[in-house]
């Protein structure tokens, strides 16, 4: 009997550790707003950004996996960046200064989102143009099933 107790606790103490070895590797992806933004624009495709001053951009703010997006504004002339601000709660714009980690020439754009920018601090800024995201595309309609013929 004392053998049968021993088995049934091994057994159980076992069944017990293999789950929680396969719960620690079940974790949810990491998600931000940046990265959800990032998929969109992967997934759609973006129109080219026209010379003008947008107030429809998305500004986001990179550390590590945390992220922060700020409504905005950007001025763009072929196809780069000359100025971006975020937007404050009283609707007047603020410019984004940074002290940056290399020499910022041409922060260009490519489908919609701009060149990162990075500062002495390891944050990285982007622009995203989320009104150049193309529309989605039109699923395909689906026959119907012979079951459900008369």
């Not at 100025?83 to 984004?96: F, R």
Request: proline share 3%.
């Amino acid at each position: 009997m004392r053998k049968s107790i021993l088995a049934a606790l091994l057994i159980t103490g076992m069944g017990w550790t293999g789950m929680r070895a396969q719960d620690s590797g079940t974790k949810a992806p990491e998600t931000n707003c940046y990265l959800k933004w990032a998929q969109k624009f992967e997934d759609r495709g973006a129109n080219d950004v026209e010379d003008g001053t947008y107030t429809d951009v998305i500004i986001t703010f990179r550390n590590g996996s945390a992220a922060n997006c700020y409504n905005g504004k950007a001025e763009v002339k072929n196809n780069i960046v000359l100025a971006m601000y975020i937007k404050l709660e009283d609707g007047s714009y603020e410019q984004v200064k940074r002290k940056w980690k290399y020499d910022v020439k041409d922060v260009t754009i490519q489908n919609g989102i701009s060149k990162t920018l990075i500062t002495i601090d390891d944050e990285l800024i982007n622009v995203l143009f989320i009104k150049k995201i193309k529309p989605k595309k039109k699923g395909y309609e689906k026959a119907p099933d012979p079951s459900d013929l008369n």
